[in-house]
Nanobody, 122 residues
Framework: VQLQASGGGLVQAGGSLRLSCTASGRTLSTYHSAWFRQGPGKEREFVASISRSFAATSYADSVKGRFTISRDNANNAVVLQMNDLKPEDTAVYYC????????????????WGQGTQVTVSS
């Protein structure tokens, strides 16, 4: 499966963005999916995941209550709705998909999108 992330941009603190991860080649709903991010000078970190069977979701503590991950099966995509954005959310956001488990560990995912830049100004 090939993944294409989109929807990033520049937004003021308190604003919202909607990221989309569109798949081609396979049906994305048959994979566990997740979003990770990598901020300037930081390691890649887990943001949110959604399981393939029951669409169970999991979030990093830093985004819980502000971000929502969901499936858009009509468009073969996974969406990350980001509200109340903060400057510390500035990062390149990557979507990922895998067949093993919905995990917060990057090595559990076999397929990655190219990343989309999110910049939050204060």
């Amino acid at each position: 499966v090939q993944l294409q992330a989109s929807g990033g941009g520049l937004v003021q603190a308190g604003g919202s963005l909607r990221l989309s991860c569109t798949a081609s080649g396979r049906t994305l709903s048959t994979y566990h999916s997740a979003w990770f991010r990598q901020g300037p000078g930081k390691e890649r970190e887990f943001v949110a995941s959604i399981s393939r069977s029951f669409a169970a979701t999991s979030y990093a503590d830093s985004v819980k209550g502000r971000f929502t991950i969901s499936r858009d099966n009509a468009n073969n995509a996974v969406v990350l709705q980001m509200n109340d954005l903060k400057p510390e959310d500035t990062a390149v956001y990557y979507c990922a998909a895998g067949a093993r488990t919905a995990s917060s560990y990057a090595d559990q995912y076999d397929h990655w999108g190219q990343g989309t830049q999110v910049t939050v100004s204060s």
